[in-house]
């Protein structure tokens, strides 16, 4: 019994740990703007979420949802420090908040569930995981946008898809929302995901190394 609380209270310890580092990152991403990089002038994409699903993989679904909602909170300063700018919908906490708390549940649920295939390498289910995370972040925020500003994106994402020579009529419904969300994919979210896979897999790939040096060491000192 006396073994039991150490090894509880450093499980608590590292999942506070986790949700700090990677909370405290997400807002150096926010101020910074570094969390916002621009591809060619012409595509915009975040990595803001990032600092929650790897909060999910290493700690669990509670840190990530942490995490995920510093995320949120700082979407939502943003705009409102920004005075709406070009995303005036993220003055809603329906929109800049709400949505990210997915991440985390998705990310958890398909990281467990590729971490329960045999001899699955954890790097490559995290990696994946972060995928369907960065997927989710996209999914659920502009289904939100659609929920409560349906008429206002669907005009913007017209005006947008004329100007790309796409002819497009009668956005309305579910059949407007997966246009608009089809097109988002095929701009930031496509490389938004590229991007996630590339810093999961490189990021995660970095600890566990460091994780299986310290106990092949710690089994050499026993």
């Known amino acids: 019994m006396n073994n039991a609380k150490p090894k509880v209270n450093r499980s608590l310890n590292y ?8 909370g405290a990152l997400s807002l ?6 570094l969390g916002y990089i621009s591809i060619g002038g012409f595509i915009a994409i975040t990595i803001m979420h990032i600092p929650a699903i790897l909060a999910t993989i290493l700690a669990g679904l509670i840190p990530g949802l942490g995490v995920a909602l510093i995320f949120g909170v700082t979407s939502l300063i943003q705009a ?3 005075g709406g700018g070009s995303n005036p919908f993220f003055l809603n906490p329906m929109v800049s908040i709400v949505p990210r708390l997915m991440i985390p549940v998705v990310t958890f649920l398909i990281n467990k569930l590729f971490n329960a295939i045999p001899k699955m390498p954890r790097v490559i289910s995290g990696t994946i995981a972060s995928a369907f995370g960065t997927l989710t972040n996209t999914v659920c925020v502009m289904g939100a946008i659609y929920i409560f500003y349906a008429n206002d994106l669907i005009v913007g994402m ?3 898809l004329s100007k790309m020579g796409f002819a497009v009529e009668g956005l309305s419904g579910v059949k407007g929302y997966l246009v608009i ?5 095929l701009t930031n979210g496509l490389w938004e995901i590229v991007g996630a896979v590339i ?3 490189a990021i ?3 600890i566990y190394l460091v994780e299986n ?4 060491l710690s089994k050499m000192d026993r």
């Open 28 to 33: 150096v991403l926010m101020f910074t703007h």
């Open 181 to 185: 969300l089809g097109a988002t994919l």
């Open 213 to 216: 040096k310290k106990s092949k």
């Open 15 to 22: 999942k506070i740990a986790v949700t700090g580092i990677f």
């Open 199 to 201: 810093l999961t897999a």
């Open 204 to 206: 995660l790939g970095s």
């Open 158 to 160: 017209t005006e947008t």
């Open 80 to 82: 409102v420090i920004s």
